[in-house]
């Protein structure tokens, strides 16, 4: 049944504008059809041209591709050596990938609050849960925005842990000029539709580090190796591997490959328009935030977020009703708006292993304001305008002492 937009007037859009969505054109169909016309559909070399892509804007020697994000998070955590007993202390502001990877393996996540500003990661609060059994960090580029890599790297090297990033959002940001993924231990990107690049679904690490880039690309492939340096015995004949390690098939096919290669070459041209997108939702929300109704998002002045999310954080005391309603009303003006995230350990698994609620106030309150607007690149300029055009109206007449306007 169809809400009738406020005040039972006409919706500011006739057609639903979703949150996000991919960007195809036709080099990037081209490119799937000459991979299907081609002698590989999987295994093939259109997985080492898109990872040699991927490295290359990440600022990394190696990268391996996965099938999805999700797969390339568990494969980072095999390949950092986490097990039963260590813990790995991420944010809770994430999609539930950033700890279920812990689980995988047999880890411990531990939760830790963020910054209320950033929405990042607190190193202060990371600080406090650290324990003898820590063994990594898994910050989240949350909205896209990178964590400052430098800082975290270093603190991992002072306290002894693994740095992993999951930059699930921001591939084609920088922290202080240099590109996410270049600092970490391993930095995951992922290639779902809604991402900054898509491949349908993806996933690749990117490291610096020889040992982790083997057991990666082991773990990818049931566990097997056919590098004969790698071999435990001798070699029986060049048909020859050895299955080493209890990994997965989590290859990526040449398809999917042959599309992330091509929609690479636009990266920069995706990050540059979802950026201008931005700037002018900031401009146009502006009296928003004056009037004390909503807190823009802010990247602080050494990053290039990658602007995967633009989130407004409302201020429901001057509003007079609950997020709930406000997001009603604007999906019945047809916005597509979404909420991201609910704190992981108050999903009802984790609430299961034993999580409880208070473990992070900071991200539980933002939660409870946290309203996402719709952001790709293929928006358009009148897009945006439309999307602030019903956010004033929606909260305008539900702001205390504000005329409605006309
Ligand atoms: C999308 C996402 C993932 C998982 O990626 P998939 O490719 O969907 O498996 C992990 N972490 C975050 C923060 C994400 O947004």
């Keep these: 049944m169809d809400k009738l937009a406020l005040h039972g007037g006409k919706p500011v859009r006739d057609k639903l504008l979703p949150y996000g969505s991919q960007s195809i054109d036709d080099a990037d169909i081209q490119a799937v059809v000459a991979a299907l016309q081609s002698d590989y559909l999987t295994?093939?070399?259109?997985?080492?041209?898109?990872?040699?892509?991927?490295?290359?804007?990440?600022?990394?020697?190696?990268?391996?591709?996965?099938?999805?994000?999700?797969?390339?998070?568990?494969?980072?955590?095999?390949?950092?050596?986490?097990?039963?007993?260590?813990?790995?202390?991420?944010?809770?502001?994430?999609?539930?990938?950033?700890?279920?990877?812990?689980l995988y393996v047999g880890g411990t996540p531990v939760f830790a609050d963020v910054d209320a500003n950033t929405y990042l990661l607190d190193l202060n609060e990371v600080e406090k849960k650290l324990t003898p059994r820590?063994?990594?960090?898994?910050?989240?580029?949350?909205?896209?925005?990178?964590?400052?890599?430098?800082?975290?790297?270093?603190?991992?090297?002072?306290?002894?842990?693994?740095?992993?990033?999951?930059?699930?959002?921001?591939?084609?940001?920088?922290?202080?000029?240099?590109?996410?993924?270049?600092?970490?231990?391993?930095?995951?990107?992922?290639?779902?539709?809604?991402?900054?690049?898509?491949?349908?679904?993806?996933?690749?690490?990117?490291?610096?580090?020889?040992?982790?880039?083997?057991?990666?690309?082991?773990?990818?492939?049931?566990?097997?190796?056919?590098?004969?340096?790698?071999?435990?015995?001798?070699?029986?004949?060049?048909?020859?591997?050895?299955?080493?390690?209890?990994?997965?098939?989590?290859?990526?096919?040449?398809?999917?490959?042959?599309?992330?290669?091509?929609?690479?070459?636009?990266?920069?041209?995706?990050i540059d328009k979802r950026n201008e997108l931005a700037s002018l939702y900031d401009k146009l929300l502006e009296p928003i935030e004056v009037e004390g109704w909503a807190r823009l998002p802010r990247v602080r002045e050494d990053a290039r977020s990658g602007w995967h999310l633009y989130i407004l954080e409302l201020q429901l005391p001057r509003l007079n009703v609950g997020r709930r309603t406000v997001f009603e009303a604007l999906r019945a003006e047809n916005i597509g708006v979404n909420v991201h995230y609910k704190p992981v350990y108050q999903l009802p698994y984790y609430e299961k292993l034993g999580y409880t609620g208070g473990l992070c106030p900071v991200a539980e309150a933002l939660y409870e304001t946290f309203i996402t607007l719709p952001l790709f690149p293929k928006m358009t300029e009148q897009d945006v305008q439309d999307v602030c055009t019903a956010v004033h109206k929606v909260l305008s007449s539900f702001a205390k002492n504000i005329s409605i306007p006309s």
């Design 43 to 102: 295994q093939g070399p259109k997985i080492a041209e898109f990872e040699r892509a991927v490295a290359a804007a990440a600022g990394t020697e190696y990268a391996v591709a996965f099938c999805n994000g999700t797969a390339a998070l568990h494969a980072a955590c095999f390949a950092a050596g986490i097990g039963p007993g260590d813990e790995v202390i991420t944010s809770p502001l994430t999609f539930a990938a950033s700890s279920n990877c812990v």
């Design 134 to 270: 820590t063994k990594a960090l898994i910050p989240v580029d949350f909205t896209g925005q990178p964590v400052h890599m430098q800082q975290y790297k270093t603190f991992c090297q002072q306290h002894g842990l693994i740095l992993i990033q999951d930059a699930a959002h921001s591939l084609g940001g920088a922290y202080d000029g240099s590109p996410v993924g270049s600092i970490a231990d391993m930095t995951m990107f992922s290639f779902h539709p809604v991402k900054p690049v898509t491949t349908g679904e993806g996933g690749v690490i990117v490291t610096h580090n020889r040992h982790y880039y083997e057991r990666l690309m082991m773990f990818r492939t049931h566990g097997i190796t056919r590098n004969a340096d790698q071999f435990v015995h001798e070699s029986e004949g060049p048909w020859y591997y050895e299955m080493q390690e209890l990994g997965y098939n989590y290859r990526i096919t040449d398809l999917q490959a042959a599309l992330g290669l091509s929609q690479m070459h636009r990266l920069s041209a995706f």
